[in-house]
Nanobody, 126 residues
Framework: QVHLEESGGGLVQAGDSLRLSCAISGGTFYNYAMGWFRQGPGKERELVGAVGRRVDVTWYEDSVKGRFTISRDDAKNTVYLQMTTLRPDDTAVYYC???????????????????WGQGTQVTVSS
């Protein structure tokens, strides 16, 4: 059974940085594209960044481009989301997810991700 566990969330001020980590166990990490989703209060879960099976294949939602960076370390079975210049509207529960994909593909829909972490809260105060 594949298990994902996020860490690194917290309460920060606008302009601060945070790095989220997601450790995957119980599966073959390199077979999965990895995504970071977030869900704010009263909002739908949205994909903010994803990395394909190839580390150089990435995708970002427009509002986080230039501020968030996703990376994966296959040796550590871990994916990261480095977040900088955080804003209050980044406040959400952040989830990592794993989905099978071709080496050049980035799954974009929640339905394309099979395994999910429990989520970690990120709160950005103004």
């Amino acid at each position: 059974q594949v298990h994902l566990e996020e860490s690194g969330g917290g309460l920060v001020q606008a302009g601060d940085s945070l790095r989220l980590s997601c450790a995957i166990s119980g599966g073959t990490f390199y077979n999965y594209a990895m995504g970071w989703f977030r869900q704010g209060p009263g909002k739908e879960r949205e994909l903010v960044g994803a990395v394909g099976r190839r580390v150089d294949v990435t995708w970002y939602e427009d509002s986080v481009k230039g501020r968030f960076t996703i990376s994966r370390d296959d040796a550590k079975n871990t994916v990261y989301l480095q977040m900088t210049t955080l804003r209050p509207d980044d406040t959400a529960v952040y989830y990592c997810a794993a989905g099978r994909a071709g080496p050049w593909n980035i799954p974009r829909s929640v339905y394309e991700y099979t395994f999910w972490g429990q989520g970690t809260q990120v709160t950005v105060s103004s």
